[in-house]
């Protein structure tokens, strides 16, 4: 299966169209929805917060976690928080307690996502080198086969980190991955030759910029 990539005009639209992407999927009748980390989804967050969705039957897990305090400014459960949960009332929200350490965070949240298995909606983003939730390019993390796992030398601080697997990425229903600026072009490039993590899971949308799309 081939990964679909729309170029859209800029960061605003990517965001607008992921947003609404995400909430016809729930519409549709998605349940479970796996949010990323990072800066780049704040934005579509904000914008899915004022969509028409049913969040009482929605229930929101995280692609990848720092292993700080979820009230830390580098948690990822805390952008979320401030850019969208804090605004609606989803069912249910399975942070990772990444705050336990990698390994005893990975084991508490493969439960988690064992008994919500497959999930319906991943959102993603693509860092600079490539990689997608807390998976770097050339890392043995890429042979996981549990659905979640630890991390102790991520290149991006810090160091300490709890993401979702290959496997767990690839079973997953729809996948969207945002990239937006002109730093991420790089990235995308290597992704469409599926040389980095980011385009390692066959069938994502992508949304794109024109300057992550080196246009
Ligand atoms: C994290 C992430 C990571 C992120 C990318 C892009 O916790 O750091 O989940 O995979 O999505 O690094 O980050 P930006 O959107 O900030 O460029």
Excluded at 87 to 114: F, N
Aim: some cysteine; aromatic content about 4%; hydrophobic content about 45%.
């Amino acid at each position: 299966m081939e990964n679909i990539f729309t170029v859209l005009d800029s960061p605003e639209d990517v965001a607008a169209a992921a947003a609404a992407d995400i909430a016809e999927a729930l519409r549709d009748g998605a349940r479970s929805l796996v949010l990323a980390g990072g800066t780049t989804p704040r934005r579509c967050y904000e914008l899915l917060s004022q969509m028409e969705v049913e969040w009482a039957r929605v229930t929101i897990l995280f692609g990848d976690e720092r292993c700080v305090r979820p009230d830390h400014p580098d948690s990822n459960y805390r952008m979320a928080r401030e850019a969208l949960l804090d605004r609606v009332s989803p069912a249910t929200v399975h942070r990772m307690p990444a705050e336990l350490g990698p390994d005893e965070g990975a084991g508490v949240y493969a439960h988690v996502v064992a008994s919500v298995a497959p999930l319906d909606v991943v959102t993603l983003g693509v860092g600079e080198d490539g990689h997608t939730a807390s998976l770097f390019p050339g890392h043995p993390l890429l042979q996981a086969t549990a659905l979640v796992a630890g991390i102790r030398d991520s290149p991006k601080p810090p160091p300490q980190r709890v993401t979702l697997t290959l496997p767990a990425l690839r079973s997953a229903r729809r996948v969207i991955i945002l990239a937006t600026g002109a730093g991420k072009a790089d990235a995308v490039a290597l992704a469409k030759r599926g040389e980095v993590p980011s385009g390692m899971i066959a069938g994502a949308r992508w949304l794109i910029d024109r300057a992550a799309a080196g246009k």
